[in-house]
């Protein structure tokens, strides 16, 4: 079992930064690769970016590819989104999820998610 708990969104201006960060409780939080997720209001939710369970491999979408940076750092059992040169488009709640697999683009694959957290980016 693993809990999740996102913070660190908030009101930005566009071209700002911002670091979300996602706590775990559970011994199993070591084991599953992590990913974040984002759904803007009508929109489906969309992966946006995930670790493996060491952080070493790392994935991105298209949309933020060079922009955000996922981390993990097992022995605080916290998961972070590093995110730069923030867009309007990004404006969205973000979540953050858990999957016993390696890594995975589908939310589908993800049998733990947090409750998210709102980010918002001003023009």
């Known amino acids: 079992q693993v809990q999740l708990v996102e913070s660190g969104g908030g009101l930005v201006q566009a071209g700002d930064s911002l670091r979300l960060s996602c706590a775990a409780s559970?011994?199993?939080?070591?084991?599953?690769?992590m990913g974040w997720f984002r759904q803007a209001p009508g929109k489906e939710r969309e992966f946006v970016a995930a670790?493996?369970?060491?952080?070493?491999?790392?994935f991105y979408a298209d949309s933020v590819k060079g922009r955000f940076t996922i981390s993990r750092d097992n022995a605080k059992n916290t998961v972070y989104l590093q995110m730069t040169s923030l867009k309007p488009d990004d404006t969205a709640v973000y979540f953050c999820?858990?999957?016993?697999?390696?890594?995975?683009?589908?939310?589908?694959?993800?049998?733990?998610w947090g409750q998210g957290t709102q980010v918002t980016v001003s023009s």
């Open positions: 999820a858990a999957t016993p697999k390696t890594w995975s683009t589908g939310a589908y694959e993800y049998n733990y």
């Open positions: 559970g011994r199993t939080f070591s084991s599953h690769g």
């Open positions: 670790a493996n369970w060491s952080g070493r491999s790392t």
